[in-house]
């Protein structure tokens, strides 16, 4: 881990050296000279040096998006395509070897390329801000985070145009991914690439979770965090928790086609069940990792826009947890027809029904919102409303889903489908556009057209209904997954064509959207630090932020902080005014992890190649393993190596300082 | 209308599992409305113009709503657990085989359905294809097994998917209540042609199953015709390392049994009607009717084809 670690104590002592990392830091307000100091310290470099080299999290955090959202694009051509094949029977547009490919590599796309880093990057970009810190706990390995990501999506999508995409889907069961059954380099490069991209979502998990420990700003309790940081937070500890359990599937498939061992080979004694339960076990609690964030967000935003706080705090942070929670316990409900003992199947069936409890709480608690506030309806307030709505319904279906003889006729038929775009769309992407409108202004410094916003939203709302409301019939009727054609006389054809069209309204909608995105990025109306009057910090600095963030580091006194005066609920007020100079460098603040007391002066990194290098080493490594190229390996492991080095060569500037007095 | 639908059903399992269905349909299509309308009801009554004053103000009328919560989850509570508790019995009733089952043995192979009978009394067996006839109204006891990757068997109308995993032998039951063709289709990606790896359940009447039963049993007759007789021979020696017709030398094991294959109605896993037509095409273009089955093209030549179609029409 880099230097500014909690791990690096000061020891208590008299020497000269322990001396200079000990000083007292002044509070004071901010001031024009203080502001233009700070500028000079965090701007990154002009010029590609400074492009590659930049650990400014609001930078990561934008590219994150931006990437997410071209995965997004991209997998949603996927799925066009997919939908012109399936709009009538027995058509022949794509051979079942490119359908397959398709279908595959547009769930890897969305689930893995899409939905998760998209929060990743809306999470680095806000988390700071949020906290009132000038950055993430560890701005380098953030930055190598957002690379290796890159380079494992640049990995995965070499596969997909040389025509070796993953091909089995994205759950990928053996023994069909095995070699005899998939020979190609199809599944290689998927194993690979999810190893190489589970090195990105574990480092950034730990990051996430050190910043929410130490990098609150004074005053800054667990009960005055916003929503979004629980759902992060649950979300990553989650992911420390599963992606290993991945990576070792991946890595045994791996070494089974490649080099003959036989984990999953029956023939050799191996379990194909063990491939199932490794992949569930993060299959599942992944769900929620994809949509406990944008859960997040809605219940930040909403209460925006509903003009009150949000009903339930309490409970709607601690459903979050619980959600997580029991999200460890559901994922035999995937392996329900797999010939399982009647009482497993109970009571993960039990486990699955009863996760419906903390979900319901956010529904109710977003309703109660609306209900109670005087809603103000713009197109963020209306992607924000309609995610409770496909909630719902996607709470409904995955309901039917958890009753084990129910689920033996709904699972693998496009029922299931429809569940999970629900969920996947109804609480990731509906929650992220609105996001996109709500934090837009903060990000540019410019509001995006809400007459645009309102087109994109009714046509993507619409269209998303058209194209899955009706697939819940289509499953119903019979119709299997993953099929890339089905027979006239299965009485399916008129049904899939409505998906079909809905589906390209649906892209229109995101058209639109991504139309209002580039025009208001530059013409958009210029939106003041806080355009929508709403109450937490990252709206109490500069839009867009400068790249200190905050001049003085604020003091926190409620959970509503720039709402005090109007709610006036306590006397104590959150000083944004004055606080922690703190300009000896590139400084920033560490406090304690429950109650956010000061306790350190971080010296944070400047930009630095390192970790654009260490992502490009490890390109090299995997591409050399992909094709097992050793002298290729051989190279990719030294550079990571040198890189290391130069990682942790030990630098006196980065040593943390105590307080002096204590 | 809908031949894998499974809204309703035929079979002694659906009669349990299609109420639970759609009693749980109903409770998600109200809940539905309900939160629809509450949310569309809370915004058209409450709702602010939007405009620079509407966000200037905060709402202080109502400090706390978190009973509302409270009581939503309190109504949730009750289907909920009525649902967990109905599921739990649908369960302990589908469970197990009711009665003396009718045992068949089902091998699901990359991309169609091998069903093994064997006969109590004397111990002989024979395979089909694709067409799995049962008596009706008696339970009948499927071992499933799979010769290859994963797939599921899956007869809508009858009962849900059980997987068929290599490596281990899962058993599920079946019975029809009424006669009839039910069709079955794998349920679990198994590649290429996974989406035409369909079957057909036929429910006989007792009587006449059993005759089937008898009929399947005994092997081909010899040819008959001069033209037949060329045919068998051409099919020893170019069908027969894959396919089997019991009372010749082809024994293979690889693709379906095809003692009787005139008795069936379909061919190619459900995906062809079986008429001399479809089935000279099939073995001609079996590439180009499921591209990447593992049926090769058979690269025949005219005459050979039609002495081989008189054969193969000879196999009732």
């Known amino acids: ?662 | 209308m809908h031949p894998l639908g499974y809204l309703s059903g035929s079979g002694a399992q659906t009669a349990s599992v299609v109420p639970l269905m759609r009693f749980m349909l109903i409770v998600s299509i109200v809940v539905t409305v309900v939160i629809v309308g509450l949310v569309i009801w809370a915004i058209m009554t409450k709702r602010e113009p939007v405009g620079p004053r509407s966000l200037r103000t905060i709402a202080l009328e109502h400090r706390d709503g978190v009973k509302w919560i409270w009581t939503g989850l309190a109504i949730s509570i009750v289907p909920l657990l009525a649902t967990a508790l109905w599921t739990v019995a649908v369960l302990a009733k589908t469970g197990s085989v009711p009665g003396a089952p009718l045992t068949v043995d089902i091998v699901a192979k990359r991309w169609w359905w091998d069903a093994q009978y064997s006969d109590g009394a004397t111990g002989e067996r024979f395979g089909v294809a694709n067409e799995i006839h049962i008596p009706v109204g008696r339970p009948v006891l499927l071992h499933l097994r799979s010769a290859d990757v994963i797939h599921s068997f899956w007869v809508p109308k009858l009962a849900g998917k059980t997987d068929v995993i290599p490596g281990q032998v899962n058993a599920m039951w079946i019975q029809a209540d009424a006669p009839g063709r039910y069709r079955g289709q794998c349920g679990e990606f198994c590649g290429a042609q996974h989406a035409h790896m369909a079957f057909y359940v036929v429910a006989d009447p007792p009587l006449q199953f059993a005759q089937w039963e008898r009929q399947q049993m005994q092997p081909a007759f010899p040819p008959a015709t001069v033209q037949a007789s060329a045919g068998l021979s051409y099919f020893t020696q170019h069908c027969g390392r894959c396919h089997s017709v019991r009372g010749t030398p082809a024994r293979g094991t690889f693709g379906p049994d095809l003692t009787h294959l005139m008795s069936r109605e379909t061919i190619a896993a459900g995906m062809l009607q079986n008429n001399p037509a479809a089935l000279s095409g099939w073995v001609e273009n079996a590439q180009i009717v499921k591209p990447g089955a593992l049926m090769p093209n058979q690269h025949i030549s005219g005459p050979d084809l039609t002495l081989l179609r008189a054969y193969l029409e000879t196999l009732r």
């Open chain 1, 1 to 662: 881990m880099s230097p500014p670690s909690a791990t690096a104590a000061v020891a208590p002592g008299g020497s000269n050296r322990e001396q200079s990392i000990r000083r007292t830091p002044t509070i004071g307000p901010s001031s024009n000279e203080l502001r233009e100091r700070l500028q000079r310290i965090w701007e990154t470099k002009p010029g590609l040096y400074g492009w590659l080299a930049t650990v400014d999290h609001k930078e990561i955090g934008i590219r994150y998006i931006v990437t997410a959202f071209v995965m997004l694009v991209i997998g949603g051509i996927e799925a066009l395509i997919m939908r012109v094949q399936l709009a009538g029977p027995e058509q022949t547009l794509l051979t079942p070897q490119q359908y397959n490919m398709l279908f595959s590599t547009h769930g890897v796309t969305m689930i893995f390329l899409y939905a998760s880093p998209i929060l990743s990057g809306f999470s680095n970009y806000l988390w700071p801000l949020l906290f009132g810190s000038r950055d993430m706990a560890f701005p380098r390995l953030n930055a190598l985070s957002y690379w290796i990501y890159l380079a494992a999506g640049i990995f995965m999508y070499a596969g997909v145009f040389v025509g070796a995409g993953p091909n089995d889907g994205w759950f990928n069961y053996v023994p069909y991914a095995q070699f005899r059954y998939d020979p190609g380099l199809n599944i290689d490069f998927y194993s690979l690439g999810m190893i190489f991209l589970g090195i990105s979502t574990s480092v950034g998990a730990a990051n996430f979770i050190v910043t929410l420990l130490r990098m609150r700003a004074p005053g800054m309790s667990i009960n005055r965090l916003p929503i979004i940081i629980w759902g992060t937070a649950t979300a990553s500890f989650a992911n420390l928790l599963i992606v290993p359990a991945v990576s070792l599937a991946f890595f045994l498939l791996w070494l089974d086609r490649q080099f003959h061992t036989q984990f999953f080979q029956v023939s050799g004694g191996g379990q194909p069940l063990l491939w199932q339960h490794l992949f569930w076990m993060f299959g599942h609690p992944w769900v929620y990792a994809i949509v406990l964030p944008a859960m997040g967000m809605v219940s930040d935003g909403l209460p925006v826009f509903c003009r009150r706080p949000l009903v339930g705090y309490a409970p709607v942070a601690l459903a979050t947890v619980a959600t997580m929670l029991l999200g460890f316990g559901v994922w035999v409900h995937h392996m329900f027809a797999t010939g399982l003992p009647g009482l497993s199947l109970a009571f993960f069936s039990a486990a699955s029904i009863l996760i419906a409890v903390p979900s319901a709480i956010s529904v109710f608690s977003w309703i109660a919102t609306i209900w109670l506030g005087r809603p103000v309806i713009t197109a963020a307030f209306l992607f924000f409303a309609s995610t409770i709505v496909l909630f719902v319904i996607g709470g409904v279906s995955g309901f039917m889903t958890a009753s084990v003889p129910v689920d033996w006729e709904l699972t693998d038929t496009y029922f299931v489908v429809a569940h999970l775009h629900y969920v996947l769309l109804g609480i990731n992407v509906f929650p992220v556009m609105g996001a996109t409108h709500f934090w837009f202004p903060k990000f540019t410094g410019r509001m995006m057209d809400e007459r645009l916003g309102r087109w994109s939203f009714w046509t993507t709302f619409t269209g998303f209904n058209v194209a899955f409301l009706p697939m819940h019939l289509t499953g119903l009727w019979g119709m299997p997954r993953r099929v890339y054609t089905y027979p006239v006389e299965m009485g399916l054809g008129p049904i899939n064509m409505v998906s079909t069209v809905g589906s390209f309204v649906l892209a229109i909608g995101f058209l639109l959207f991504f139309i209002n995105v580039l025009r208001s990025r530059t013409r958009g109306a210029p939106a003041g630090d806080n355009p929508w009057d709403a109450y937490t910090l990252e709206w109490s600095t500069s839009s867009p932020p400068p790249p200190y963030n905050f001049a003085v580091i604020p003091t926190v006194a409620s959970r509503h902080m720039l709402w005090e005066d109007q709610l006036g609920e306590t006397r104590e007020r959150s000083n944004l005014e004055e606080g922690f100079i703190l300009d000896h460098g590139k400084e920033a603040l560490a406090t304690s992890a429950l109650d956010a007391e000061p306790q350190r002066i971080l010296h944070m990194p400047d930009d630095t190649i390192i970790p654009f290098v260490l992502a490009a080493g490890m390109l090299v490594l995997f591409s050399g393993l992909l094709v097992r190229n050793w002298p290729i390996t051989a190279i990719g492991g030294l550079i990571c190596a040198a890189d290391l080095v130069a990682w942790f060569w030990p630098r006196i500037s980065l040593l943390e300082r105590g307080p002096a007095h204590g």
